[in-house]
């Protein structure tokens, strides 16, 4: 079974800290995404991976980065924190970027900046 | 920004009933749509992939059907039970990543 692990269940951090989502694949998938969901607006994509130190911008890239080193670990980075960023975030993996293959989640980072 | 509409936004229903809920998508550059079941407390998990227009998708209780040409796509749950209770999540392939409709909660009571 591919597993998709993230660091934190939960965490909450102050504004304007730098904050490190981690998220790690044990399938040797080549494609990696974070994405963040917020009620009434369903899963929405920040950024996303194909292969390691290669990265795509999402639909809401604004105030993240990411970093691929390792090809099963994908990094979301926020560089100053926001409450507006207060959130659940998911990464998810695929073995491929074609429109067939399904994505495997992480159980998500629920996020709280005060 | 493409736009993928789940609807109800959520259901509640009896032990036993059967049930089901929409997926809409705009039918242009139709590659694919994806069904995915979230449950509390856990990740996202695939139910289903479709590609074609007329295709039907069975898992156990779970069906799915998918109509490319009018941009919509329906799941079925027959006989629900509580463990049934989840979000489902649809989502449209388009240009190297999955556009997500917001979801249908679903709660089935015993």
Same mark, same amino acid.
């Given at each position: 079974d591919v597993k998709v692990t993230q660091s934190s269940r939960y965490l909450v951090k102050r504004t304007g800290e730098k904050v490190f989502l981690e998220c790690v694949q044990d399938m040797d998938?080549?494609?990696? @995404?974070? *994405?963040?969901? #917020?009620?009434? /607006?369903? /899963?929405?994509?920040? *950024? @996303?991976? *194909? #292969?390691?130190?290669m990265k795509e911008k999402g639909d809401i890239p604004e105030g993240y980065s990411v970093s691929r080193e390792k090809k099963e670990r994908f990094s979301l980075i926020l560089e100053s924190a926001s409450t507006n960023q207060t959130s659940m975030y998911l990464c998810a993996s695929s073995s491929s970027g074609g429109p067939t293959y399904e994505q495997y989640f992480g159980p998500g980072t629920r996020l709280t900046v005060t | 920004i493409l736009n993928v509409e789940q609807s109800p936004q959520s259901l509640h229903v009896q032990e036993g009933d059967s049930t089901n809920f929409t997926c809409s998508f705009p039918s242009s550059n139709f590659y694919a749509l994806h069904w995915y079941r979230w449950e509390t407390a856990k990740s996202p998990e695939a139910l289903f992939v479709m590609t074609l227009n007329g295709d039907e998708k069975k898992k156990g209780r779970i069906s799915a059907t998918l109509n490319t040409k009018e941009g919509y796509s329906y799941l079925y749950i027959k006989g629900s039970q509580p463990e049934d209770s989840a979000t489902y999540l649809c989502a449209k392939y388009n240009t190297d990543k999955l556009i997500f409709g917001t979801g249908t909660r679903l709660q089935v009571f015993p």
């Open positions: 998938h080549e494609n990696m @995404f974070w *994405y963040r969901q #917020d009620p009434g /607006l369903g /899963l929405r994509l920040i *950024y @996303f991976s *194909y #292969d390691v130190k | -």
